[in-house]
């Protein structure tokens, strides 16, 4: 079996965000606190024990006390994180990693890229390394998820570049057209697997565009985490919330011919399930149109806690 729990849906700023009165983060403010959605990020595990978190987001110290899985379960210092796996390197995806400072031994599984990022910023030396690796992966080459004595998992994940950005912060605009700085290994979609049954899922929640290589890589497959920043491109500047487009961000739209309900359409994948969606996004509001639109293609926008089991 594979376990997968979300534990955040939404985008970096979370709904609602700090500083937002969008119409949106003004519901999940006040009369309707239970839209509230944290920063995204899943875990996943083989035995319900020992948990590997995809990405760490600020919000990770609320995600682990709302999910009694995550919680401490013996002796006077224990987690059941055993990893973090990073696909980019934005303040959403990384941050959270401040909050799992203190002797704990667990394994940061990164892109060299992103590695660079940790390393370049001596605040997460918070992370000491003689409890916390660091683990640069390999592209396309398949590792073995370990618990922090070694031990075996057999959760095996291979990591591929998808179309995506290098992070905000590190945005070169002496580069704005060759992707503002972007590398190969900015961002990574992945594939992660029980070797012992099989079970499997991808996850693309910071993939900015649907490649044909990509399509057909995902193809019949039983569970996808795709990126649902944005419900049309123009989304922020039409609601005066911004001035960029989703495209200028790095994320694809979920609506329109180049969307990713319209690219996700003839694939055959069981469940497709949004993640990364941005407080702006009217399909974060059950009942609403784009929210209808999006479930009757087949997509869910699962709340914070939903549990898939593979
Ligand atoms: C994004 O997904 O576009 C980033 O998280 C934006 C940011 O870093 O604020
Ligand atoms: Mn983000
Ligand atoms: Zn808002």
Redesign the pocket.
Known sequence: MIHVIVLGSA???GLPQWNCNCANCRAAWAEHPALRASQASVAVSADGDNWFLINAAPDLRQQIIDNPRLHPKHGLRHSPIAGVVLTNG????VAGLLHLRETWPFTIYGHDRILSVLRENSIFNVLDPAFVKRQPVELETAFELKLPDGEATGIEVVAFPVPG?V???LEDMSAADHGFGTEVGDTLGLHIRNRRNGAHFFYLA?CADMTPALKERVAGAPLVFFDG?LWRDDEMIEAGLGTKTGKR???ISMSGDAGSIAAFRDLGVDRKVFL?INNSNPAHIPGSPERATLERAGWTVPADGTEFVL
Do not use: R, S
Not at 90 to 93: C, F, I, L, Q, Y
């Open positions: 985008a970096g700023g934005d303040v959403d995806a950005k992070p905000l912060y910071a920043t961000m790095g994320h990364h």
